[in-house]
């Protein structure tokens, strides 16, 4: 169960094992509260090891945000992506 005054509300990473290139990869998805109560959705992408990229998006509510969420993880399961 989250902590009542966590910031971070939900958080998902998935990971993806490339035998032709021999690298792993991995995409986190993370829905926070920011200190002034705006929900974002930070989606953190790349190799396995390496720092990867990352791209925040603000939502008005969190039921928006967790759903974009579970967008975002059906298009990378799609691609290969198991959750870990």
Excluded: C
Excluded at 19 to 48: C, N, Y
């Amino acid at each position: 169960m989250p902590e009542v005054h966590s910031p971070v509300r939900h958080h998902l990473v998935l990971y993806r094992r490339d035998p032709e290139q021999g690298r792993a990869k991995f995409f986190s998805l993370m829905i926070e509260r920011d200190l002034f109560g705006t929900i974002r959705l930070v989606r953190h992408w790349g190799f396995v090891g390496a720092k990867g990229q990352e791209k925040v998006e603000i939502f008005p509510n969190e039921a928006k945000a967790a759903d974009a969420l579970e967008r975002w993880a059906d298009i990378q399961r799609q691609k290969g992506f198991a959750d870990l």
